[in-house]
């Protein structure tokens, strides 16, 4: 039931220049990257759309499109810093977006997760319906307290994803996918992912 509660708060992002994935971490206020989000002109001119998955037969269920509302809040840091947006949502049906969709609450604890812990990431991969990645996705390291590293498969779009331990917990913001290589340099798994650390 926690899963399906986060999934319902991440929405596929679109923006005029590419498409993201973003989460509402309360009734009004969407999370992302500053890259997918730079400023509030952009932010204007993007849209949320929540619920948007497909059934056994490949078509969309029940999505539900939103504006953004960055003149009521925007707030952003770069990428070369923490590399996240904030931004508000515009009511729907005259509902605070949270109280619809629900949210992925920002809690600021710390052990929430341990390298060898998995990690579920919702997400909207290049701009396809949502694809959650859970239970195969390893923690490998904190980098920093900024930086977590995990194992699993992204692609472009998967930016600004909630980044979640098995009770279903925020413990980071997806901003990137490299590729992980050995200590000669060799390739060694289709992917590891940079977090900013929640």
């Not at 056994?56 to 939103?66: D, E, H, I």
């Not at 070369?80 to 515009?90: K, M, S």
């Not at 600021?108 to 812990?117: C, E, H, P, R």
Request: net charge neutral.
């Amino acid at each position: 039931a926690d899963g399906a509660k986060r999934c319902d708060a991440v929405a596929r992002l679109v923006t005029p220049v590419e498409m993201g994935t973003g989460f509402l971490a309360s009734p009004w206020l969407l999370v992302t990257n500053n890259h997918v989000l730079t400023d509030a002109a952009t932010a204007a001119g993007s849209t949320a759309t929540f619920r948007y998955e497909e059934d056994a037969r490949g078509r969309s269920t029940r999505a539900v499109k939103v504006r953004l509302d960055p003149d009521r809040c925007f707030l952003t840091s770069p990428v070369d810093e923490l590399d996240y947006t904030v931004v508000a949502v515009a009511a729907v049906k005259g509902r605070p977006p949270g109280k619809v969709f629900r949210s992925v609450p920002l809690v600021g604890a710390t052990g929430k997760i341990l390298s060898g812990q998995p990690v579920n990431i919702v997400q909207h991969p290049a701009g396809r319906s949502r694809e959650i990645a859970v239970r195969n996705n390893l923690l490998v390291g904190v980098d920093d307290a900024r930086y977590l590293t995990y194992l699993t498969d992204t692609e472009p779009g998967s930016s600004g994803s909630p980044v979640l331990n098995d009770a279903w917990e925020l413990v980071a913001l997806h901003s990137r996918a490299e590729q992980a290589r050995d200590s000669q340099g060799r390739e060694v798994h289709p992917a590891v992912a940079f977090s900013l650390n929640d």
